[in-house]
């Protein structure tokens, strides 16, 4: 069974553009959650997808969101890029919402310039 | 709100030594709780979980960790380490309300000396 797939693993994007991350989480698995790691900052939880609606949501600005598709596929979208959005992006998949294993992927690593 | 609290950033050990990764965390209600574990350019992976029932928990590869609800701790120890430990850990929580929702420590880079 494939992991959860997350691409690019790698992108550079200059200040004020915008970008795209994807996750293709692990078939038959229907909720995704997104998180941001940074060495300041650490882990922290960006919003979940259940059933394309997004169900749970951290405390980022409005620069940055999210959406599911019906194939349980979840994109994130970061707008007007600044220097401290650069950072590690980690997808996680569960079955459903309420299921406690939660498998990453290996993250897409994005750099601002 | 919940909050986890790694004490130690990073703890050097020899190989085959014991060690204990301390982890506190603050609920006002009842929580899941977690240890991650994140290899150098990897994702993350879960080690062991603490849902409910028997207070000790175990990973298949020797590690384990025990609840501890008086001192709100989740401390993970390991009798004998290997090289192949040498990485960075994370304990997390989450609750049954919002059970995808994890929040986690700032992490404990183990590192292993031979």
């Known amino acids: 069974k494939a992991g959860v797939t997350q691409t690019p693993r790698y992108l550079i994007k200059t200040r004020g553009q915008q970008v795209t991350l994807s996750c293709s989480p692990i078939?038959?698995?229907?909720?995704v959650s997104w998180y941001q790691q940074t060495p300041g900052q650490g882990l922290q939880f960006l919003f979940e997808?259940?059933?394309?609606?997004?169900?749970n949501k951290g405390n980022f600005p409005g620069r940055f969101s999210g959406r599911q598709f019906s194939n349980s596929r979840s994109e994130m979208n970061v707008s007007t890029l600044e220097l401290g959005d650069s950072a590690l992006y980690l997808c996680?998949?569960?079955?459903?919402?309420?299921?406690?294993?939660?498998?990453f992927g290996q993250g897409t690593r994005l750099t601002v310039v | 709100a919940q909050s986890v609290t790694q004490l130690d950033s990073q703890v050097p050990v020899f190989e085959e030594a014991p060690v204990e990764l301390r982890c506190n965390y603050s609920s006002s209600v009842s929580v899941y709780l977690f240890w991650y574990v994140q290899y150098p350019n990897q994702g993350l992976q879960l080690l062991l979980k603490y849902l409910s029932g028997s207070t000790l928990v175990e990973s298949i590869n020797g590690f384990e960790a025990e609840f501890n609800k008086s001192q709100t701790s989740f401390h993970l120890r390991k009798p004998s380490v290997h090289i192949s430990d040498t990485a960075e850990y994370f304990c997390?929580?989450?609750?049954?309300?919002?059970?995808?929702?994890?929040?986690f420590g700032s992490g404990t880079r183990l590192s292993i000396r031979p």
């Open positions: 996680a998949s569960s079955l459903g919402r309420y299921n406690t294993e939660a498998f």
């Open positions: 078939s038959g698995h229907r909720s």
């Open positions: 997808y259940f059933s394309e609606t997004q169900r």
């Open positions: 997390a929580v989450s609750t049954q309300s919002s059970v995808s929702k994890i929040i």
